[in-house]
């Protein structure tokens, strides 16, 4: 039977409205390139090198493009490498990836996904981070700790002046950098410090709890093989899960020490106004619910001080070991600061703004030496597309910043260390989260919240240091520019330089 013209062409548009939608979904469907991957273990397997995760997850991107999807285990993985793709993620996509992945760190060490950074979307999420951006790291909450900041660096700065009074050898700065910015945000949280005279009760236990600090960064770093084999999670064959139960107690007994004590001078000095202070006043007044007040408590405030110390520390030595390799850049710096400062007084918080040239090496240096080269990884809680690609429910995202930080098509000379390529670009890129070219605190509404008491802190303490003595290297030596392993960059050796005073010590 023949077919009259009109059938042939509601066949014809049928048949190719089919065809549309066919393709259309198959690309909708259609996962990131991927390595060849193992039964069972998935690509686990190339995570196993002697190198850093972002250099190895770098390299995977060189090869197969700045987005992959690796299977790691049962756990699908999303790796981003470029700032156009990281836009996507935290911009159109931002609520789909708000969440974090369950991982045993954040169960065994976060109080069950109680600290901030670890904690799932959703309402006990969004009350504490409300807490914690409206009464924590506000404005006026940060400046009214400055006092306690700048004793703080002051005491450094007489400690190294002594040193480079009395001492031949080179000073070796790691161990002061981590005291100083442990110090300093153990004072805003609690009114404690480290540096109390060494036989005191205070000294012993801040001192041992700053090496659990640096005990649940190395923890954190670890790989946790039942995160992405789950039917291996209860036999905790490496042993990772039993170190952080037992580091967990230890540290929870000097935390709820401090809440208890907090709670018992709130009795006596109601305007008490340490950060611990304002946590317990929000979990009192019900601004956070939760099954456990004093668990919410003791979670932020760890979190905070664990989030706060080696990330500023490490990223002041960075800045330190990376001018004393361009003495031209660092010769600069301190001419702004006699310009605009002198020598007759110490820089001030209130100087920040003005010092131009000390905020682009900052910038410079968190570019190239991000604390965090691989962000805080995300997990997403509904089905998106990034680059064209379908994205599950369910599936994690890291972003690696090191590698976007340092991509030839957005970055002149990528790899070298220029902070006066802030002043060449037409645009003036910041680190807030706004130029997804650089992004060392993330973006969106899981970025950092702590991102410019981090900035307040390194810059005075770096614009101090560089103000009040002259660097060089030891003769004979160089400086170790080898990355750490894991999450961090710790250096694999501490930074040693020579320094002589610039300014009299009587301005201190």
């Not at 994205?391 to 002149?412: F, S």
Request: proline content about 5%; glycine content about 4%.
């Amino acid at each position: 039977m023949a077919l009259d013209a009109a059938t042939v062409v509601v066949l014809a548009l049928a048949a190719l409205f089919i065809i549309v939608r066919y393709r259309t979904t198959r690309r909708q469907n259609q996962k990131a390139p991927r390595p060849p991957s193992w039964p069972i273990i998935g690509h686990l397997h190339l995570l196993q090198q002697k190198r850093p995760i972002h250099r190895i997850l770098s390299s995977l991107s060189e090869s197969y493009g700045p987005i992959i999807h690796l299977q790691l285990g049962f756990r699908p993985l999303l790796v981003i490498s470029s700032s156009d793709l990281a836009k996507q993620c935290f911009t159109t996509n931002d609520k789909a990836f708000a969440s974090r992945p369950h991982l045993a760190v954040g169960r065994q060490m976060g109080y069950n996904y109680k600290m901030l950074g670890a904690a799932p979307y959703g309402s006990y999420w969004r009350n504490i981070r409300r807490v914690c951006t409206i009464q924590i790291f506000s404005a006026t909450r940060i400046e009214s700790f400055k006092d306690a900041r700048s004793e703080e660096i002051s005491a450094l700065i007489h400690s190294l002046f002594e040193s480079c009074q009395r001492e031949v050898t080179p000073v070796n700065l790691k161990s002061r950098l981590s005291d100083l910015t442990f110090n300093i945000i153990l004072r805003m949280v609690a009114n404690k410090r480290v540096s109390e005279p060494v036989h005191s009760k205070d000294f012993q236990e801040a001192q041992r709890f700053k090496e659990m600090i640096e005990e649940s960064f190395f923890l954190a770093g670890a790989f946790e093989v039942g995160d992405y084999l789950p039917f291996l999670k209860w036999f905790d064959v490496q042993g990772i899960v039993a170190a952080m139960k037992k580091l967990h107690k230890k540290r929870d007994v000097f935390m709820q020490k401090l809440v208890i004590d907090h709670r018992e001078n709130r009795k006596t000095y109601a305007d008490a106004q340490e950060l611990i202070d304002v946590l317990i006043s929000a979990t009192d007044n019900h601004q956070i619910q939760s099954d456990s007040d004093d668990d919410v408590v003791k979670a932020t405030a760890l979190g905070m001080i664990s989030a706060g110390t080696d990330t500023s520390s490490v990223t002041i030595e960075w800045a330190l070991a990376a001018l004393l390799q361009h003495p031209h850049f660092l010769s600069k710096a301190q001419e702004e600061l006699d310009t605009h400062v002198g020598r007759e007084r110490v820089i001030e918080e209130a100087d920040l703004n003005n010092l131009k040239y000390l905020q682009a090496i900052v910038k410079e240096t968190l570019r190239l030496y991000p604390a965090a080269p691989l962000l805080v990884p995300h997990a997403s809680i509904e089905a998106c597309s990034v680059g064209g690609f379908h994205v599950p429910a369910g599936t994690r995202l890291l972003v690696n910043a090191w590698a976007i930080h340092r991509d030839p098509a957005v970055w002149e000379r990528p790899t070298e260390f220029d902070p006066e390529r802030f002043f060449k670009s037409a645009e003036d890129i910041d680190v807030k989260g706004q130029h997804f070219e650089l992004i060392p605190f993330g973006s969106g509404r899981r970025m950092c919240p702590g991102m410019s008491l981090a900035l307040t802190i390194v810059t005075h303490t770096l614009g101090r240091l560089l103000q009040s003595f002259e660097w060089s290297i030891p003769a004979g030596t160089t400086i170790d520019m080898r990355e750490g392993f894991g999450l961090t960059m710790p250096k694999a050796v501490p930074l040693k330089a020579m320094i002589k005073p610039r300014i009299p010590l009587h301005f201190y």
